[in-house]
């Protein structure tokens, strides 16, 4: 297994409160980046929103390959999203990408 930190963008469709975001945060806590050295090193935070509603997880996974960790990136995304009341319609994500691949975790 390897593990890959994913980034995962989305657009929220309507105005999220902030509690709701830090929601999210704990929600994928346990797949924050910080844990690897590619996240600690550029200091990638699991959640981060923009101005215009946009928005972009930053998550570590453990996959056996490059498709697998996408998916299970997009999954972690969609669970998080239903845990604080979001859904693909209030929160449309688009396709997860690898943003690296790390050998070392802490």
């Not at 056996?64 to 960790?69: E, F, G, M, Q, W």
């Amino acid at each position: 297994m390897t593990t890959y930190v994913i980034t995962v963008p989305g657009t929220f469709t309507a105005d999220i409160e902030a509690d709701t975001r830090a929601r999210l945060g704990r929600a994928l806590r346990p797949a924050d980046p910080h844990g690897t050295d590619l996240g600690s090193a550029e200091d990638l935070d699991t959640v981060n929103v923009n101005e215009d509603g946009t928005f972009t997880l930053h998550l570590t996974v453990e996959a056996d390959n490059n498709k697998h960790a996408e998916q299970e990136a997009r999954r972690l995304a969609d669970e998080a999203l239903r845990t604080v009341g979001l859904d693909e319609n209030t929160a449309p994500l688009g396709p997860a990408v690898i943003t690296g691949i790390d050998s070392q975790v802490h």
